[in-house]
């Protein structure tokens, strides 16, 4: 497998210590309100990249023709087949060279994945080849252009320049590192790989630990349910959410 591997989460318990004990249920509704607007209705044959336990796989088993799970991580993909048994496949591979055909799938999906990602030209190229022309791509990208990260660098508490098109390195949140994006960026690559982008959310408007003590997570939930689109075109959400279309080659000539 790659070297350039970020984080893995071989023998980690995520499912536990990131999402049941800390206290992430708002950020948890957030990524399913996107899902379910984004995901066609009928996924056909379709494919969770980076999709470790299966989180979100209710969201998209029962409108599958068939569901399979891709992770790097052999401990969250047993977790999985545990839960959901013969209703998905698992596939442990690595994300720079995706053990899948070319146009395999009519729908894929990848969220809360871009952070372990160095190279998201090659990712993104990799996403496109297993997608089947006029498929679709549901992709959630950590975003470096948020309002917390731009009063940090305005006030000198970071000298990580949000504004800045070229990816976020930030070594001091993972010893290996962790990458944030610019939505320009991102949107960039996603038009040269051959994608078109159809649709924008503003995913997890609310994500703040001094928000979650002021609000029940049900109240937050609310709130996120109205603000995903109207403050898409500003792009300033931690995750920004985009409904992507594999342009069918012959069709552009």
């Known amino acids: 497998m790659s070297k350039k591997v970020i984080s893995d989460y071989n023998g980690y318990d995520y499912k ?15 990524d399913r309100l996107a899902i379910r ?18 989180r979100l796989a209710k969201e998209y088993i029962s409108r599958a023709q068939s569901a399979t799970i891709f992770d790097y991580s052999k401990t969250e993909l047993k977790q999985a087949k545990e839960e959901f048994g013969d209703k998905i496949h698992t596939k442990a591979g690595d994300i720079y060279s995706l053990p899948f055909k070319d146009n395999e ?27 089947k022309p006029g498929g679709v791509a549901v992709i959630e990208v950590a ?9 940090r660098y305005w006030t000198g508490r970071s000298d990580v320049n949000p504004f800045s098109k070229q990816p976020s390195h930030l070594k ?20 040269k ?7 924008v959310l ?11 003590k002021m609000f029940k997570a049900s109240t937050l939930v609310k709130m996120e349910k109205r603000a995903q689109k109207a403050l898409a075109p500003v792009r300033f959400a931690p995750s ?10 012959k069709a552009t000539k």
């Open 172 to 191: 001091d949140i993972d010893k290996n590192g962790f990458y944030n994006y610019h939505p320009q960026y991102m949107e960039n690559i996603f038009k």
């Open 202 to 212: 503003s995913v997890s408007n609310f994500r703040s630990t001094t928000l979650k």
């Open 143 to 151: 975003n470096k252009r948020t309002l917390p990260k731009m009063f």
């Open 105 to 131: 799938f009519d729908t894929l999906m990848m969220v809360r994945a871009t952070h372990h990602f160095k190279d998201m030209k090659k990712v993104t190229s990799e996403l496109h080849r297993i997608l």
């Open 16 to 30: 536990k210590i990131f999402w049941e004990d800390a206290n992430r249920k708002y950020e948890d509704m957030s």
């Open 240 to 249: 920004i959410y985009y409904k992507l279309i594999k342009l069918d080659p």
């Open 193 to 199: 790989a051959g994608f078109e982008i159809i649709e």
């Open 37 to 54: 607007r984004l995901l066609p209705k009928k996924l056909g044959k379709f494919v969770d990249i980076a999709g470790g336990y299966g």
